[in-house]
Nanobody, 115 residues
Framework: QVQLVESGGGLVQPGGSLRLACAASGSIFSFRNMGWYRQAPGKERELVANIFSGGTTRNADSVKGRFTIARDNDKNTVYLQMNSLKPEDTAVYYC?????????WGQGTQVTVSS
């Protein structure tokens, strides 16, 4: 069973950047579609960006032009580069397959955007 561990979150000022990483204990090559999700307090978890094994990416409208997802199948890692961060980006960020497997949800990494 694959375990996913997210890292790279923190406190950043509006307009700042963070790079998140999701390390898988097993091969992610078999996951055709991997994604980054986020959940803000009082809100449902949402998919913000996903990447297919061939490299095609899709972003939610709320993060287009600011977030970039990438994957390294050799390192079994998925990344999320977040630029021009806004207070509304504050959330716990998770990675998982798309659609997600319940058993693969990790602890997530907290991103807080505040001055």
């Amino acid at each position: 069973q694959v375990q996913l561990v997210e890292s790279g979150g923190g406190l950043v000022q509006p307009g700042g950047s963070l790079r998140l990483a999701c390390a898988a204990s097993g091969s992610i090559f078999s996951f055709r579609n991997m994604g980054w999700y986020r959940q803000a307090p009082g809100k449902e978890r949402e998919l913000v960006a996903n990447i297919f094994s061939g490299g095609t990416t899709r972003n939610a409208d709320s993060v287009k032009g600011r977030f970039t997802i990438a994957r390294d199948n050799d390192k079994n890692t998925v990344y999320l580069q977040m630029n021009s961060l806004k207070p509304e980006d504050t959330a716990v960020y998770y990675c998982n397959a798309v659609p997600p497997y319940n058993a693969y949800w990790g602890q997530g990494t907290q991103v807080t955007v505040s001055s």
